[in-house]
């Protein structure tokens, strides 16, 4: 079982404000999932919130990619002295803040006990000066994934309509209710072909779910649809450019939908 790190509710340090914290995880690599936390964060620094997005994939980093970031400074250089976390901290296009991690990083692809408590050092450092801090973990539920949600209130399940995406979106529901005693998490289904196959997959899902999966405290997971993201020629245009999509295509229809999940995700505050 994956070691849960101090709680929110439990620390004792004291803070004016704590961030909302959110994880987006996915079961299976290539749904989009970075793409998406990058936009998001861009829909939310726009409803004048401070936003940081914390690249939690340690091992295969690609945010500054998506964002066409070169950062000299990294987790990294956090994790081993090299730099301040202040230096780390970078503004990115969209109006919010990012934490990136460095790429190909093989001895932070492990949780071992200096990754734990590194990690959790730097994100109780972070969550008071932030409103919302959104953790773009790796895919897969790995114990480095699993940590990196642990750390946070709320998790958001990134899945597209293909089978297998959604056979391991159901495994990553069943393993943190199981090993987080989550009882509730949000989805959003990238690249629908039509509006309201998201809520329908969201639905199939919650069946299953309702069938085979139970916390360990006796309550069945409850899944918030949060919303779908249209297929979109637009989005693999921002992937090419590395541009966001709010900002290269913002009245695209994907770009409607990442402002539709932010809006249901601040409703749900």
């Given at each position: 079982?994956?070691?849960?790190?101090?709680?929110?509710?439990?620390?004792?340090?004291?803070?004016?404000?704590?961030?909302?914290?959110?994880?987006?995880?996915?079961?299976?690599?290539?749904?989009?999932?970075?793409?998406?936390?990058?936009?998001?964060a861009t829909a939310l620094s726009r409803q004048g919130l401070k936003?940081?997005?914390?690249?939690?994939?340690?091992?295969?980093?690609?945010l500054d990619v998506v964002l066409n970031?070169?950062?000299?400074?990294?987790?990294?250089?956090?994790?081993?002295?090299?730099?301040?976390?202040?230096?780390?901290?970078?503004?990115a296009p969209g109006g919010f803040h990012v934490l990136l991690a460095g790429s190909g990083l093989v001895e932070y692809s492990r949780l071992t006990p200096e990754v734990r408590?590194?990690?959790?050092?730097?994100?109780?450092?972070?969550?008071?000066r932030f409103d919302v801090i959104l953790i773009d973990t790796g895919a897969g539920i790995s114990d480095v994934v699993l940590y990196?949600?642990?750390?946070?209130?709320?998790?958001?399940?990134?899945?597209t309509p293909e089978p297998t995406s959604m056979t391991d979106?159901?495994?990553?529901?069943?393993?943190?209710?199981?090993?987080?005693?989550?009882?509730?998490?949000?989805?959003?289904?990238?690249?629908?072909?039509?509006?309201?196959d998201g809520r329908t997959i969201c639905q199939q899902l919650q069946q299953v779910v309702d069938r085979f999966v139970v916390s360990p405290t006796g309550v069945v997971p409850k899944l918030h649809f949060l919303g779908d993201i249209p297929f979109d020629p637009s989005v693999r245009e921002a992937v090419r450019k590395r541009q966001l999509l709010l900002e290269l295509h913002p009245g695209s229809p994907a770009a409607l939908g990442v402002n539709q999940v932010a809006v249901r995700l601040l409703g749900r505050a």
């Open positions: 079982m994956v070691p849960m790190p101090v709680s929110e509710t439990n620390s004792s340090k004291p803070s004016a404000r704590l961030a909302r914290t959110v994880a987006v995880t996915s079961g299976k690599g290539g749904v989009g999932k970075t793409f998406f936390s990058a936009n998001l936003v940081l997005v914390l690249d939690a994939d340690l091992g295969l980093a690609n970031l070169y950062p000299k400074i990294t987790l990294h250089d956090v994790f081993t002295g090299k730099a301040q976390l202040e230096e780390a901290i970078l503004p408590e590194k990690l959790l050092e730097i994100f109780e450092a972070v969550k008071p990196a949600v642990s750390m946070a209130g709320e998790v958001i399940v990134v899945a979106a159901y495994a990553t529901i069943k393993v943190l209710c199981a090993q987080q005693s989550r009882e509730k998490m949000h989805l959003v289904v990238n690249q629908v072909a039509r509006p309201g």
